[in-house]
């Protein structure tokens, strides 16, 4: 299982907008609309912010905002704010060689720094 | 409220079996639908799904840890549990459960509620 890859790190001043990718296969970001996007700050669980692809969860600011071209999914964070350092992984569905033995991959995590 | 925590073992010695349970409340797995599954996180490293069950008892494993995993659910006590056969000091990690929606018409698939998580060592 290979873990879908993302940059290591991006980073912003306050009010710009920055973009993470998470690029996998035509086995699941090319093939399927099931890709999430989590949050997670240091010492606690991650956080959904983005499902199918571009849906957010009630309470997710409408800053959080995502896509996908291809076998890249995208997330964008518009008018950075200082609580958006965080760590951000993207999540797929896999299907491999059949519904039966499909599973899930995370993205290797992107560190968000606000300077 | 959903409400998910993890139970278990915080060391364990490389070679030994480990089991996790995860409770829960504010659902139940008996729900169309629901799923809950196991994802853990290595210290300073990245999110690793682990495993995944559904409301009808069907079962998803990471295919480079299947022979090590196995997934079970107690709808009535509302728990699941997690046992990793083999434990290795690479397995050292914080274990999550959490909540999975995968919906029935429309499709969604994600993990919308998450457990504290638990960490757990492994060392001789």
């Known amino acids: 299982q290979s873990a879908l890859t993302q940059p290591r790190s991006v980073s912003g001043s306050p009010g710009q907008s920055v973009t993470i990718s998470c690029t996998g296969t035509?086995?699941?970001?090319?093939?399927?609309?099931?890709v999430s996007w989590y949050q997670q700050h240091p010492g606690k669980a991650p956080k959904v912010i983005i499902y199918?692809?571009?849906k957010r969860p009630s309470g997710v600011p409408d800053r959080f905002s995502g896509s996908k071209s291809g076998n890249t999914a995208s997330l964008t964070i518009s008018g950075l704010q200082a609580e958006d350092e965080a760590d951000y992984y993207c999540?797929?569905?896999?299907?491999?060689?059949?519904?039966?033995?499909?599973?899930?991959?995370f993205g290797i995590g992107t560190k968000v720094t606000v300077l | 409220q959903m409400t998910l925590k993890e139970s278990g073992p915080a060391l364990v010695k490389p070679t030994q079996t480990l089991t996790l349970t995860c409770t829960f409340s504010?659902?139940?797995?008996?729900?169309?639908?629901?799923?809950v599954g196991w994802i853990r996180q290595p210290p300073g490293k990245a999110l690793e799904w682990l495993t995944l069950?559904?409301?009808?008892?069907?079962?998803r494993y990471n295919p480079s840890l299947r022979s090590r995993l196995t997934i079970i659910k107690d709808t009535s006590k509302n728990q699941v549990f997690l046992t990793m056969m083999n434990m290795d000091p690479v397995d050292t990690a914080t274990y999550y459960c959490?909540?999975?929606?995968?919906?029935?018409?429309?499709?969604?698939?994600?993990?919308?509620?998450w457990g504290q998580g638990t960490l757990v060592t492994v060392s001789s």
């Open positions: 504010g659902f139940s797995l008996s729900t169309s639908g629901v799923g």
């Open positions: 069950i559904y409301w009808d008892d069907d079962k």
């Open positions: 959490a909540h999975f929606w995968r919906g029935m018409t429309p499709i969604h698939n994600y993990f919308d509620y």
């Open positions: 999540c797929s569905y896999h299907f491999w060689s059949s519904y039966e033995a499909s599973y899930f991959v």
């Open positions: 199918d692809v571009n």
């Open positions: 035509s086995n699941d970001i090319g093939d399927y609309n099931y």
